[in-house]
């Protein structure tokens, strides 16, 4: 079938991205990172970073409130557990549905500006989500407290056929509980489906033309083409893809907050596409992976573990360094990321991809055969 | 009749800090041609310039009167701001007015880190698409700020206003109506008046130096201004800095209305983007006047009687005005015609 059809550099980058994703948990033990939540939140928020690429990678378009989107999927799902089932298809597929609603809405009136007009615009939507979420729509969202299950849900199809049983009950699909590396693998293969609909986005005249109007919106549309419909598709469907990371969050913590829709929300999305590389596949996963990494290890580092790490500094600097590099990492791990993000944007627009491409460029010059062409990325623009 | 007045009243003193924000904002949009997101990390630093300020003349010598005992038995430790034994009783009146007196420290400090970050970084991205603008100020923002934190710690630290500024003033007899009808905080009103004072200074030094004419010429045409032999690169250097000192005062000032945290910066720069927006992309009467405007549309939207009518209209009314702006009148309310509408 044509639907499912792959070229065949594209059908060996999902291959290889495939077996990557699968062997998560064996190549990252070795950096303290092989525990199923922090994996389960690297394959979550590459799902919100590929589909944030989608718009903001191939149309050119800044969006500053893709959290709203998050937030949107993360309440769905959490009803969906609350008042029909327990099982996580129906609560993904929800979720999906509606952030794409919430989606359509916003990009139509979104969309009629561009260029920083757009960035604001997105931005004051989702600030006013996020204040009505905390303030009048606390019936559904239940604000500050978050959403969450309760004992009294009604949850009418589980109930139909089964007993209500001890305790508050976990996600699960068709009865497998998602929990702990099943949940991780369950998110894992979300991930690679979200990944192959890119590509295939990236692959098709669709996604020709969202490049087109990335580069020249005015000429596309003198060419004819009328450019708001194909934008706003392209918005929608980046607004599903957080919508489905949003209800994955769900899924592996029934839980869902007001904070997740905050602006700094919006921006960190921004900030994992931008470090691994706007315009291209893999960049915005490999964006979200370092950046939750980070944001997980490094701030978990103390005083103490440094002081350890640095023990070949000779006595007179050590607490200096110590002291100085403590800043760097625990509480302070953000400072790190906001210094890597400025170097990142100053020095290599194109992210960690770009830096990839430079050094093998290097290689190359350096008489090496022309094969490894075929390793080349596809540039950004 | 008296609450409506009270309520434009309300709207004043944040209509204030939101139109000295986007003053910077516009000055910078309109000189340099960046937009600057960076910009409410600049009014947050404003704001610790006043902590540190205040942290400074408040250093304190320790001594250990043996002659007086505490409750408990202890000999009495008696501490002694270094202010005060350098400087006697005035010592004590300089701590008082430490808010207010940090803005001669709070003048130099931001039009230095202005400069700075001019010449450092934004210098580099004058040529670059605005998204990359916007994300390297953005990343700069965030430095900034969890510099801040790292210094001063994640908590609010409040800052006392004069003693002599506490309390309301009783704005309805100065206008005609009867005493006790109209009364307002006093510092609210002076921080009204101070913005307003503020954005005068910088309207008459724009509009009555020859040093403000350039500047104005080169917003206008950078390019022939330069072939005339000026630098105006160096001008718009020192616009920059302005910049930076507006919004620094404007945090300085604010500090008894808000105690200053980490985080301010970000909190304001979204709203302050938004009055850019309503006012006009690089309109100052424009940022000035959708300051105040929004300013007190939010506090008349925070009136129980029409919450009552829309429930939750206060959180969401700065930026439902900005949404219906940029969808009917793209250019913003004094925005010039073609300047970004598309």
């Known amino acids: 079938m044509a639907l499912f059809q792959l070229s065949r550099r594209d059908a060996l980058i999902l291959a290889l991205f495939a077996l990557v994703v699968v062997t998560m948990p064996v190549w990252t033990a070795p950096f303290g990172a092989n525990y199923p939540g922090l994996m389960q939140k690297f394959a979550i928020y590459a799902i919100f970073a590929i589909g944030f690429n989608i718009l903001f990678g191939l149309t050119g378009y800044l969006s500053f409130g893709h959290a709203a989107f998050l937030g949107v999927g993360s309440y769905t799902a959490v009803w969906s557990f609350k008042l029909l089932t327990m099982d996580a298809l129906p609560a993904l597929l929800l979720a999906v549905l509606v ?15 561009s260029g920083i007009y757009f960035s604001i615009l997105t931005l004051a939507f989702a600030q006013m989500s996020y204040n009505l979420a905390y303030s009048v729509l606390t019936p559904i969202t239940n604000g500050e407290t978050s959403l969450q299950l309760t004992m009294q849900d009604p949850r009418v199809i589980d109930l139909a056929f089964s007993e209500r049983g001890v305790g508050l009950p976990t996600a699960s699909l068709f009865g497998v509980t998602l929990s702990g590396l099943s949940g991780f693998y369950f998110c894992a293969v979300v991930l690679l489906i979200a990944f192959f609909f890119a590509q295939k986005v990236f692959a098709s005249p669709f996604g020709m033309m969202l490049r087109g109007i990335k580069s020249n919106q005015m000429r596309m549309s003198y060419t004819g083409f009328n450019t708001r419909p194909y934008a706003l598709t392209a918005f929608v469907i980046s607004g599903m893809y957080a919508g489905l990371a949003g209800a994955l969050l769900a899924v592996t913590d029934p839980l869902a907050g007001a904070e997740r829709m905050q602006w700094t929300a919006s921006g960190e999305v921004v900030l994992m596409t931008i470090l691994g590389g706007v315009g291209t596949l893999i960049g915005p996963v490999m964006g979200a992976w370092l950046i939750k990494y980070f944001e997980n290890i490094f701030s978990s580092f103390n005083e103490g573990i440094l002081s350890r ?48 491409r430079r050094i093998g460029a290097l290689f190359r010059r350096r008489g090496s055969p022309p094969k490894a062409d075929a390793m080349r990325v596809q540039p950004a623009e | 009749m008296d609450a409506i007045l009270a309520q434009l009243l309300n709207g004043l003193d944040k209509g204030g800090a939101y139109a000295l924000i986007a003053l910077g904002l516009t000055l910078v949009f309109g000189t340099l041609g960046v937009v600057n997101f960076a910009h409410g990390a600049l009014f947050m630093l404003g704001a610790f310039c006043a902590v540190s300020f205040r942290y400074l003349i408040t250093l304190e010598t ?13 000999a009495l430790e008696v501490r002694t701001p270094l202010a005060q034994t350098w400087f006697g009783d005035w010592g004590a009146v300089l701590i008082d007015w430490s808010v207010p007196l940090s803005i001669l420290l709070a003048i130099p400090v931001m039009l230095l880190v202005g400069i700075v970050m001019e010449r450092g970084l934004i210098k580099h991205f004058y040529k670059r698409p605005h998204a990359e603008q916007i994300l390297v100020t953005f990343g700069l923002a965030i430095v900034l ?20 500024l506490r309390g309301a003033t009783d704005v309805g007899a100065l206008i005609g109506l009867a005493p006790g009808a109209l009364t307002y905080p006093l510092w609210r009103l002076i921080y009204f008046l101070f913005s307003a004072g503020v954005i005068a200074a910088v309207f008459a030094f724009l509009r009555f130096t020859t040093f403000g004419m350039v500047v104005r010429a080169g917003m206008a ?22 910049a930076a000192v507006v919004a620094g005062l404007a945090g300085v000032m604010y500090t ?46 925070s009136m129980n009687q029409i919450k009552s009518i829309i429930p939750g209209i206060d959180q969401i009314i700065i930026y439902l005005t900005a949404v219906v702006i940029l969808l009917v009148r793209p250019r913003g309310l004094f925005g010039r015609r073609g300047m970004m509408e598309n």
């Open chain 2, 256 to 301: 008894p209305l808000l105690p200053p945290n980490y985080h301010q910066g970000m909190d304001f720069l979204v709203l302050s983007f938004v009055v850019v927006v309503v006012g006009g992309m690089g309109s100052l009467p424009g940022a000035v006047a959708a300051g105040f405007l929004l300013g007190i549309l939010q506090s008349f939207a």
């Open chain 1, 99 to 113: 952030s794409g609603l919430f989606a359509l809405v916003i990009g139509f009136l979104s969309l009629r500006r």
């Open chain 2, 221 to 242: 045409d950078r390019e022939t201004v330069g072939l005339l032999g000026i630098n105006i690169d160096r001008r718009f250097t020192i616009m920059f800095g302005l």
């Open chain 1, 309 to 356: 790490f640095f023990d070949f500094v000779p006595e007179p600097l050590h607490d200096t360094v110590v002291a100085i590099s403590s800043k760097f990492v625990g509480e302070g791990w953000q400072l790190t990321l906001g210094l890597l993000f400025v170097f990142v944007v100053v020095f290599l627009p194109g992210g960690i991809m770009e830096g990839v």
């Open chain 2, 62 to 74: 320790v001594t250990v009167d043996p002659t007086q005992t505490t409750a408990w038995g202890t």
């Open chain 2, 145 to 164: 700020q969890e510099i801040v934190k790292a210094i001063f710690g994640p908590n609010p630290i409040s800052q006392a206003m004069p003693s002599a």
